[in-house]
């Protein structure tokens, strides 16, 4: 009796060469114990980005938004990467910006559009009021947009004899509930704005009026908010989470993550952390020099995305509803697009000389969808299709026509989610003995 155990994740893409051998497979760098993340695209290119360093992401319409430090403008895109138009222009009058680093869109906390797939590409006017906002470090300031580019407000830390244009509203940096200085990173949560401030997250109104700082950190750039947390990372290599809760007088520290060694492959540390992202559903994803890991709302480590070996300088990191993860390098003209497809275990077993056993499961579950069960003959025949259950575990016995060696057959299973069309596992075959 030969028994095949493969573990593979189910965005692998159709047409990868399967591997020999019967042992598991070790979960590797991309693949966690819930999803593998699978790199399907860019957005963007040399020809529009120069220095992509922000991302954000519109969970109504998938529009991206990367801002390019080299240009001093962001660029706008739809979902499926196609340039829609510029934000801002260089400089530091009205509408301008000097040196864009975070972005952020807003609203951020709405219910999916396509809760089984990704967004539709928006069309027309949306009733929904919408912002970019973008932290402009050599500007000194957080400016506001609305997706076409029209200005709509700005924060400004410097005085008005050196800026003395592009703010409606002004608050040094040195004054009792200052704006940053030069800004990295910018979020919104419902009426309240949160920002990296020296050692400090520091918490605004939705009108620029300082209300609370948090607990003093270890040199937060970037900032993240999900529920009643607040997610910040440091220049110690840390990453902070701190409560929402400010009734002591400031967003106190609950918890870090990392060591604070520089360690690009132990899972939950950091080679330097970069930036943090949260997902609608709680999910965070903070991203280092190497790779971007992936943690539950507890802070429990779920996966990895391992970043190309010639990235170089990884700046952002944003997240759509549906778990596509977009990824900006300093030396990188565009995002990187990464997908997430369930984890799914497959076993072979050869039973007898005419039957063969196809059992195994799939994680999260997916209900309705199928596993495939081909025979390799000249090409390959699919010869039965399971439909999974609500546990999407299963076991199915097939008996071949005759005795006869040499029969091959491998199985598959076809992620049904709209945005990894056309996408599978394809398992090692096993071969009758």
């Not at 934000?87 to 509408?95: E, K, Q, T, V, Y």
């Amino acid at each position: 009796m030969r028994t095949a155990l493969i573990t593979l994740a189910a965005v692998l893409a159709l047409g990868l060469g399967a591997s020999t051998g019967s042992t598991r497979r070790q979960i590797v760098d991309g693949k966690g114990p819930g999803f593998r993340y699978t790199l399907v695209g860019r957005i963007g290119g040399p020809e529009t980005i120069e220095n992509a360093n922000g991302v954000a992401v519109d969970q109504l319409c998938g529009d991206v938004y990367i801002s390019d430090k080299g240009r001093g403008v962001v660029d706008r895109f739809d979902l499926n990467g196609k340039f829609l138009n510029v934000i801002g222009h260089p400089g530091r009058d009205r509408g301008g910006i000097g040196s864009p680093y975070g972005l952020f869109f807003t609203p951020a906390n709405i219910p999916p559009v396509n809760p089984e797939g990704a967004p539709p590409v928006c069309k027309g006017v949306s009733t929904l009021v919408k912002h970019i906002w973008v932290a402009d470090q050599a500007a000194g300031r957080i400016s506001i947009f609305e997706p076409d580019g029209t200005w709509e407000g700005g924060w400004c830390s410097s005085p008005a004899a050196l800026q003395p244009d592009g703010c409606t509203v002004r608050r040094g940096s040195g004054s009792t509930g200052g704006f940053p200085a030069g800004p990295t990173d910018v979020w919104v949560a419902g009426d309240t704005v949160f920002a990296p401030f020296g050692r400090l997250i520091r918490e605004y109104d939705a009108s620029g009026n300082y209300f609370v700082d948090s607990a003093p950190l270890n040199g937060p750039t970037s900032a993240a908010v999900v529920g009643g947390e607040l997610w910040a990372s440091e220049v110690n290599g840390k990453v902070a989470q701190l409560s929402l809760d400010a009734s002591s007088g400031r967003l106190p520290l609950v918890h870090e993550l990392g060591s604070g060694q520089y360690d690009g492959k132990t899972p939950g540390n950091f080679a330097g952390v970069r930036a943090v992202a949260t997902a609608p559903n709680g999910t965070v994803y903070v991203l280092d020099s190497t790779r971007v890991q992936v943690f539950a709302p507890s802070g429990q480590y779920l996966s990895t995305i391992k970043l190309p070996a010639n990235f170089g300088g990884p700046s952002d990191v944003a997240v759509r509803y549906d778990g596509t993860v977009y990824v900006t390098g300093a030396d990188r003209p565009g995002a990187l697009v990464y997908s997430p497809g369930p984890l799914v275990t497959l076993r072979l077993k050869q039973i007898g000389s005419r039957r063969i056993e196809l059992s195994g499961s799939v994680r999260p579950g997916h209900a309705g969808a199928r596993i495939e069960l081909q025979q390799v003959q000249a090409g390959y025949v699919t010869i039965a299709k399971l439909r999974l259950g609500r546990s999407s575990t299963f076991r199915f016995v097939r008996t071949v026509p005759r005795p006869h060696a040499g029969y091959a057959f491998r199985a598959f299973f076809r992620d049904p989610h709209p945005y990894h069309a056309n996408r599978a596992s394809r398992l090692e075959q096993i071969t009758l003995k």
